[in-house]
């Protein structure tokens, strides 16, 4: 009975893992992607890097850049709002 409890316990944990990993990931790929698509006709990625903002101040900004003429289904502003929000959250730059 242990034994089972124990597995099923390791094999949830498995679950939640592998489901945040691949959500974080598709963040991060779907933001990458939405931003060359939708914001770099207009303007080169410096000026999305530069910006500090919280996620009420990207969103605010993402729906400045939608009322000028940047594309972006309902959907992808989510995905992306979220992806500016938390690349701002991590201390050092990757790239
Ligand atoms: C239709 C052209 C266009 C598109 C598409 C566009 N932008 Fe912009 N963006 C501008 C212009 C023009 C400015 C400078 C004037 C201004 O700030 O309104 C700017 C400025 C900015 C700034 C700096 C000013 C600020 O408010 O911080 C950020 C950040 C930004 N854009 C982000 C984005 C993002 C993110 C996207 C994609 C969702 C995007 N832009 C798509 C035209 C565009």
Same mark, same amino acid.
């Given at each position: 009975m242990i034994r089972l409890l124990t597995t099923s !316990? @390791? !094999?949830c944990l498995a679950m939640v893992f592998s489901f945040g990993f691949n959500l &974080?990931? $598709?963040i991060? $790929? $779907?933001g990458e992607r939405i931003i060359l698509q939708r914001c770099l006709m207009c303007h080169d990625s410096k000026r999305i890097e530069d910006a500090e903002y919280d996620h009420k101040g990207?969103? #605010?900004t993402v729906e400045r850049m939608m009322s000028i003429g940047s594309r972006i289904t309902?959907? #992808?502003?989510e /995905? @992306? /709002?979220d992806y500016l929000t938390r690349d701002l959250e $991590?201390? &050092?730059s990757e790239d």
């Open positions: !316990f @390791l !094999f &974080d990931a $598709e991060q $790929e $779907e990207w969103k #605010e309902p959907a #992808e502003k /995905i @992306l /709002i $991590e201390t &050092d």
